[in-house]
């Protein structure tokens, strides 16, 4: 029986992909977008979150079998702060009692290289506060120093994403209930985002030294799709709180292969 997915960001890039392949497979789809989309709704505000989900809730007819938020903006302000993060985490807790009268529920949530990024760590612990008014109030001051500075809302929005993922998935809330939480952390990937950066030579050398690619180089939005069409599905059943790095290699490139040893006891004398 075909699955019922809400997947906000579904007007462009890898959440339109993400609802074409899903789509095409013959599973049922309600998107969310500013615009183009099932559900018209602006993610940025408390209020616009709380319509999409009233409403995709709606004509789910009560049943939301999975949710991937994709919608997101890397611009150098408070608001990306607002959407990638308060617009995903709000939407997915208003979505949980949907969620919960599934058989088989799942969530997933796109991140980001950024989240390995310098942040900045004030913004960051604000926003898993829960406090929006304190995150964007210093989101703000970040973005009036100028763009070098205001990126941090968006490698900070990333990075708390990718540390609720952790957090919320082995709660109560998530996996009390049964329901795989993830995240994907995608590399350089060709969509409306990303255009303007690569379409000069200077753009995309200074996007590929951020994010080394040395497999496949530059990844079309449908690698990412089909593994948020994975995560999403009832066949992932154990995986829970992970930032699953696809990427072409960046993340091994700048990690290196030893990302065990945090725990390790000291070494003997
Ligand atoms: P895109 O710009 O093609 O699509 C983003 C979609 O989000 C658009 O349809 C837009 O209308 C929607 N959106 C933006 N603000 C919204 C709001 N306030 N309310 C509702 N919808 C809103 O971008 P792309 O590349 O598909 O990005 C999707 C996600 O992937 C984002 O979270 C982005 O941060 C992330 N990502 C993208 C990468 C890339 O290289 N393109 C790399 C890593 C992460």
Redesign the pocket.
Same mark, same amino acid.
């Given at each position: 029986m075909a699955r019922t997915y809400v997947i906000? !960001? #579904? @007007? #462009? $890039?890898? +959440?339109? =992909?993400t609802a074409e392949v899903l789509r095409a497979r013959g599973e049922r789809v309600i998107g969310?977008?500013?615009? !183009?989309a099932d559900v018209e @709704?602006?993610?940025?505000t408390a209020e $616009?979150r709380a319509a999409?989900a009233a409403a995709a809730t709606e004509l789910a007819g009560g049943v939301v079998d999975a949710v991937i =938020?994709?919608? +997101?903006? @890397?611009a150098p302000i408070a608001?990306t702060m607002?959407?990638?993060y308060f +617009?995903v985490t709000e939407l997915l807790t208003a979505l949980l009692p949907a969620l919960r009268a599934s058989q088989a529920p799942r969530a997933a949530v796109?991140? #980001?290289? =950024?989240s390995l990024q310098p942040v900045v760590p004030a913004l960051v612990e604000a926003a898993l506060s829960g406090d929006e008014a304190a995150t964007l109030a210093i989101g703000d001051s970040l973005a009036a120093q100028g763009p070098e500075v205001g990126y941090a809302n968006?490698s900070s929005s990333?990075r708390a994403l990718s540390r609720w993922v952790r957090r919320a998935s082995i709660s109560s809330d998530w996996a009390g209930s049964g329901i795989p939480l993830n995240a994907v952390?995608? !590399?350089?990937?060709?969509?409306?985002?990303?255009k303007d950066l690569l379409a000069t030579p200077e753009g995309a050398a200074m996007v590929d030294a951020a994010v080394p690619m040395p497999l496949n180089y530059h990844q079309p @939005?449908t690698s990412?799709a089909y593994l948020l069409a994975w995560l999403t599905s009832a066949e992932n059943t154990h995986m829970a709180g992970q930032t699953i790095y696809c990427d072409g290699g960046a993340d091994a490139s700048l990690r290196g292969d030893d990302v065990w040893s945090w725990n390790d006891p000291a070494p003997r004398a």
């Open positions: 906000t !960001g #579904s @007007a #462009s $890039g890898i +959440g339109a =992909a969310i977008d500013l615009r !183009g @709704a602006d993610l940025s $616009g999409a =938020a994709c919608a +997101g903006i @890397a608001k607002a959407i990638n +617009g796109v991140s #980001s290289m =950024a968006y990333k952390a995608p !590399g350089t990937v060709t969509t409306p985002m990303t @939005a990412i």
